[in-house]
């Protein structure tokens, strides 16, 4: 069982390139979650996906759009880099959403993205 | 809106003694509270939910507390072994649903 899977593990962009992180599970989850890390401010929820076809905006969406393509993948696109979009990305996902049982997240390893 | 409070203060102890790690938070008292650790260049994992109703929950050598009354729990981790060293994340649900908002953070350093 892979898990969460995210690609690309690094990646470099000029300010104004686009690119788009991709990520998947494997564990049937219905809900799943983009999160940037930035020293000393902990995670923030950029979008998140409760279900398959929706899709809501999170703490600090501005500049970011998501796609859920499938239940197994949620993509985050950059479409304008700038470098304060420079930080450590990560995808989660739940098995349910709206307080069930089962709420605890499940991280993929991470993508580390420099703007300059 | 709700805010989380972690000693971004570095622990450090020996190894064989007990750790305690707090995480306060300053509204309103969440449905649970969740830990995660997390190890350099991984991503968070999964240790230990608490409901509020729950005053203590406890896993192996991990013991988490629920005080509303203090908007506070608290994370120990008994018999530390420098393999426990990791930074560890307090999380809770905030603005509806399963919506996490996570702490900064406290990296514990366990010595032999």
């Known amino acids: 069982n892979a898990g969460v899977t995210q690609t690309p593990k690094f990646q470099v962009l000029k300010t104004g390139q686009s690119m788009t992180l991709q990520c998947a599970q494997d564990?049937?989850?219905?809900?799943m979650y983009w999160y940037r890390q930035d020293p000393g401010m902990g995670l923030r929820l950029i979008y998140y996906?409760?279900?398959?076809?929706?899709?809501d905006k999170g703490e600090v969406p501005n500049g970011y759009n998501v796609s859920r393509l499938n239940k197994r993948e949620f993509s985050l696109r950059l479409e304008s880099a700038a470098p304060s979009q420079t930080s450590v990305y990560f995808c989660?996902?739940?098995?349910?959403f709206g307080g069930g049982a089962n709420e605890k997240l499940f991280f993929g390893s991470g993508t580390q993205l420099s703007v300059l | 809106s709700q805010k989380i409070e972690q000693n971004s203060e570095a622990l450090n102890i020996q190894e064989g003694k007990t750790a305690t790690l707090t995480c306060n938070y300053t509204?309103?008292?969440?449905?649970?509270l969740q830990w995660y650790r997390q190890d350099p260049g991984r991503g968070p994992v999964f240790l230990l939910l608490?409901?509020?109703?729950?005053k203590e929950k406890r896993k192996e050598r991990l013991k988490v507390t629920f005080d509303t009354t203090l908007k506070q729990s608290l994370f120990h981790i008994t018999a530390s072994q420098p393999a426990d060293s990791a930074t560890y994340l307090c999380?809770?649900?905030?603005?509806?649903?399963?919506?996490?908002?996570f702490g900064a953070g406290t990296r514990l350093a366990v010595h032999p």
């Open positions: 989660a996902s739940s098995e349910a």
């Open positions: 608490i409901r509020e109703n729950e």
């Open positions: 999380a809770l649900p905030s603005g509806g649903y399963n919506k996490l908002i």
């Open positions: 509204n309103y008292s969440p449905a649970y």
């Open positions: 564990m049937n989850h219905n809900s």
């Open positions: 996906s409760a279900s398959e076809g929706t899709t």
